[in-house]
């Protein structure tokens, strides 16, 4: 199976600052890369599909790009709101897999 | 609204048994595929199994393969997922989620039910 690896683990960001998140893939999944952001106690959300386009309501600051092995999840403008643990997802190769996460918090 | 409800998780004891439930709302059920993803306590998200539009085909992670066993009610917009032989490793928060295919991401996730096994 296609191995999803991210990092940092954990991010530090100042409120208005930008957060980058990198995750990457053992083998190539073209731009079959999806981003979640997953509140505690909640399910998670849907963030970017095909690796850069956002799902139906997410906000501007919230972008992503990449493709092959390589992909980057930033937010810019970083809001309290936007605490969380944020997942990438491999749906090219079966079965579709995700990475380990990255937890973002408020410096 | 768009929505996914489960139900049917607890605790139960190694090789027991369990079926979940996922009942689905404002959105044409039918016509899409549904999976399954857990999340062990603490832990990352895992797919486990998906089943077709009209439940003809199914796909499961090598180590449920046998043991569980997804299936739907179209006329009841209700999604299962039949859980036998339990195992420890199997705790989890369990999620149902709507794709748009197979291989998809999901753009609908229902707040879990939690399965404990243990003795």
């Known amino acids: 199976e296609v191995v999803m690896t991210q990092s940092p683990a954990t991010l530090s960001v100042s409120p208005g600052e930008t957060a980058t998140l990198s995750c990457r893939a053992s083998r190539s999944v073209d731009t079959d890369l999806a981003w979640y952001q997953q509140k505690p106690g909640q399910a998670p959300r849907l963030l970017i599909r095909?690796?850069?386009t956002r799902a139906t309501g997410i906000p501007a600051r919230f972008s992503g790009s990449g493709s092959g092995t390589e992909f980057t999840l930033s937010i810019s403008s970083l809001q309290s709101e936007d605490c969380a643990v944020y997942y990438c997802?491999?749906?090219?190769?079966?079965?579709?897999?995700f990475g380990p996460g990255t937890k973002v918090d408020i410096k | 609204q768009v929505q996914l409800v489960e139900s049917g998780g607890g605790a139960v004891q190694p090789g027991g048994s369990l079926r979940l439930s996922c009942a689905a709302s404002g959105f044409t059920f039918k016509s899409y595929a549904m999976h399954w993803v857990r999340q062990a306590p603490g832990k990352g998200l895992q797919w486990v199994a998906v089943?077709?539009?009209?439940?003809?085909?199914?796909y499961y992670l090598d180590s449920v393969e046998g043991r569980f066993t997804i299936s739907r009610d179209n006329s009841m917009n209700t999604l299962f997922l039949e859980m036998t032989s339990l195992r420890p490793d199997d705790t989890a928060m369990y999620f149902c989620?709507?794709?748009?295919?197979?291989?998809?991401?999901?753009?609908?996730w229902g707040q879990g039910t939690l399965v404990a096994v243990s003795s």
């Open positions: 997802q491999q749906y090219d190769k079966w079965p579709q897999t």
């Open positions: 989620a709507k794709g748009d295919g197979y291989m998809a991401p999901f753009d609908i």
């Open positions: 095909a690796a850069s």
């Open positions: 089943i077709s539009y009209d439940g003809r085909i199914k």
